[in-house]
């Protein structure tokens, strides 16, 4: 089973920089594919972007693309969100999730449905 800790939020002024930390524990993180979603009230859960099990491939959606950088250190079975430049609308609760692929299969999920294990989010909060 395993389980997801996010850390790293926080309030910050809009032009900052967080690095967030997905931590996993309970089985190896390389063996699964993780994402990052964001959620603000009233909004569905909003996908961020993803990161395959070696970290060779990774996506990020064209809100967060050159600002948001997504990388993983399989070593210390922890996942990072580099957030630059961040925006007051980039304020929500940030969560990771992940799911398992066969070895040397990955595709990029996008769907909170397609993951099967998540964290309790942490709040990022972008104001002057």
């Known amino acids: 089973q395993l389980t997801l800790v996010e850390s790293g939020g926080g309030l910050v002024q809009p032009g900052d920089s967080l690095r967030l930390s997905c931590a996993a524990s309970?089985?190896?993180?390389?063996?699964?594919?993780v994402g990052w979603f964001r959620q603000s009230p009233g909004n569905d859960r909003e996908f961020v972007g993803a990161i395959s099990p070696d970290g060779a491939k990774t996506y990020e959606v064209d809100s967060v693309k050159g600002r948001f950088t997504i990388s993983r250190d399989n070593g210390r079975d922890t996942v990072y969100l580099q957030m630059n430049s961040l925006k007051p609308e980039d304020t929500a609760t940030y969560y990771c999730?992940?799911?398992?692929?066969?070895?040397?299969?990955?595709?990029?999920?996008?769907?909170?449905?397609?993951?099967?294990?998540w964290g309790q989010g942490t709040q990022v909060t972008v104001s002057s």
């Open positions: 999730a992940a799911r398992w692929f066969n070895l040397g299969y990955y595709y990029t999920p996008r769907r909170t449905d397609e993951y099967t294990y």
């Open positions: 309970g089985d190896a993180l390389s063996f699964y594919g």
